[in-house]
């Protein structure tokens, strides 16, 4: 059974940062594809972040020059590492593991079979 379990979370003033994790189980982790989506009340989820199985990432362009996402596959875990939040971060973040997931189909949410419960984030103006 594939489990993917968001943390790191919180309530944070605008230009603080966050590092959310996602610690994954029941699945070859090296294997697939990461990504972090968001979704604000009332709003689509929508894609923030992803990294392949062989290291690619890609950023929404919102994010691009203040979000970094990594992974650890010893470790079987993806971080998002958020700095300069801004008041429009305000989401819950959840993350998403897809297999062969690359290039445009990479910010789609349809690319990812696996998705965690997701972790509040709250940035204060």
């Known amino acids: 059974q594939v489990q993917l379990v968001e943390s790191g979370g919180g309530l944070v003033q605008a230009g603080g940062s966050l590092r959310l994790s996602c610690a994954a189980s029941g699945l070859t982790f090296s294997n697939y594809d990461m990504g972090w989506f968001r979704q604000a009340p009332g709003k689509e989820r929508e894609f923030v972040a992803a990294i392949t199985s062989g290291g690619n990432t890609y950023y929404e362009d919102s994010v691009k020059a203040r979000f970094t996402i990594s992974r650890a596959n010893a470790e079987y875990r993806a971080y998002l590492q958020m700095n300069s939040l801004k008041p429009e971060d305000t989401a819950v973040y959840y993350c998403?593991?897809?297999?062969?997931?690359?290039?445009?189909?990479?910010?789609?949410?349809?690319?990812?079979?696996?998705w965690g419960q997701g972790t509040q984030v709250t940035v204060s103006s």
């Open positions: 998403a593991a897809g297999y062969r997931v690359y290039g445009s189909s990479a910010y789609l949410r349809e690319s990812y079979r696996y």
